[in-house]
T-cell receptor
């Protein structure tokens, strides 16, 4: 079985500063990794996903994430955040035989002016 | 192009009442899911349906039943609501492949008093 840990429940940051949201996963088999974003009072939408190949994955809105197999991590980064990036971010994992997504507990990114 | 549509958006129930949350998708997806979202716990899978005619339990199925009415529709029923079922419920759909993106509805905010 897989599990996902997002260590930071909330990350406050000033506008135009860089940010990293941490995600670690646990699995005995190879996995696919995802980051979803949830804006206030909305459903989730996909930011980016890692399936295979290059460990640096680029997504929408200037976000990117790096898969690190040895550290079982998939941290999300953005070099310069905007007020509009304020949202909750979820890391998720599925294994190669399942289409069920297992989510982490989420990280609330709060961007301040 | 509606995507995933959930009804109702808000509901207040008394303990012991029953209700059905409706979900429909227009993307011709085979797989559909019900998640609940609680503060600090991320999204937890209640039930899923890999294809029309099949349903399976997720992480937290107790107190819920589901029906995959046809390829488009997947409903979630609470037979006897309890305060512990106060949550935000999300329906999602995807193609039946492990590396595919899940599309989410806007959510149903349910309060059980």
């Amino acid at each position: 079985a897989q599990s996902v840990t997002q260590l930071d429940s909330q990350v406050p940051v000033f506008e135009e500063a860089p940010v990293e949201l941490r995600c670690n996963y646990s699995s005995s088999v190879s996995v696919y990794l995802f980051w979803y974003v949830q804006y206030p009072n909305q459903g989730l939408q996909l930011l980016l996903k890692y399936l295979s190949g290059s460990t640096l994955v680029k997504g929408i809105n200037g976000f990117e994430a790096e898969f690190n197999k040895s550290q079982t991590s998939f941290h999300l980064r953005k070099p310069s955040v905007h007020i509009s990036d304020t949202a909750e971010y979820f890391c998720a994992v599925s294994d190669h035989s399942s289409y069920k997504l297992i989510f982490g507990s989420g990280t609330r990114l709060l961007v301040r002016p | 192009n509606a995507g995933v549509t959930q009804t109702p958006k808000f509901q207040v129930l008394k303990t012991g009442q029953s209700m059905t949350l409706q979900c429909a998708q227009d993307m011709n997806h085979n797989s559909m899911y019900w998640y609940r979202q609680d503060p600090g716990m991320g999204l937890r899978l209640i039930y899923y349906s890999a294809s029309e005619g099949t349903t399976d339990k997720g992480e937290v199925p107790n107190g819920y039943n589901v029906s995959r009415l046809n390829k488009r529709e997947f409903s979630l029923r609470l037979e006897s609501a309890a305060p512990s079922q106060t949550s935000v419920y999300f329906c999602a759909s995807s193609e039946a492949r492990p590396n595919t993106e899940a599309f989410f509805g806007q959510g149903t905010r349910l309060t059980v008093v």
